[in-house]
């Protein structure tokens, strides 16, 4: 039976995206300090512009875009993640951002369709 | 991983969707069975977070949600009066997919798992 398949599976590169979330950060939020209030909006802003670059890579992955802020306080934070996916075409990156008054950590995971 | 075994099924039946509010209970009682009365360690927190996240994936995987992958998130952070928040956003197909997620809070420390299901046709 001869295969059909016209494309490669294309894998999911992690140094794009990488790029692609620190650029994302440092447009939204930069070097302004936390503020409680504005919180909301800078989660859905980062999370947005991500998911907005990558929509626009075009490759055939669903994504799952994260992003966790956290004001400077001197306590401590832990984030773990388990994936059960295929690991040949499917991965993560997470990037650890930081500024003077707060942490940043943005994950995205991609799964192959 | 599911053996790229072709099923031509786009959408999966009605009983073997990812159904968030099952999924909500079983991680809210693996959360409440080994965070009750836990303080926040720096030296042990690292190893808790990745046997719960785990656990719950060995939990979610065992109920018959065959065809779909999962990604598990687990968040401990110590309760010291901070601002903390997170979100998420998915590009994902919003008719197959779906998750579902909790918070545990004690005295000196909260959790946040999350859990992602997306169909693999």
Known sequence: ?113 | MVEGSDTYFLRPNHQLKFKPAIVKGYIREIVRERLSGVQYDPENVPELTLSLAESVKDKVKSSGFDRYKLVVQVLIGEQRGQGVKMSSRCLWDADTDNYAEDVFMNDSLFCVVAVFGSYYY
Request: proline share 1%; net charge negative.
């Open chain 1, 1 to 113: 039976m001869e295969d059909y398949l016209l494309e490669e599976k294309t894998a999911f590169v992690v140094e794009e995206v990488s790029k692609i979330i620190k650029d994302s950060v440092e447009t939204v939020i930069g070097e302004v300090s936390y503020k409680h209030g504005r919180v909301n909006q800078w989660t859905t802003s980062v999370v947005e512009q991500c998911l907005i670059q990558l929509s626009k890579q075009g490759k055939p992955f669903k994504y799952i875009v994260n992003c966790i802020i956290m004001q400077k306080n001197g306590a401590g934070l832990q984030t773990a993640s388990t994936c059960f996916w295929d690991n040949a075409t499917d991965g993560s990156c997470t990037v650890r951002w930081e500024n003077e008054s707060m942490y940043v950590i943005v994950s995205v995971f991609g799964l192959a369709i």
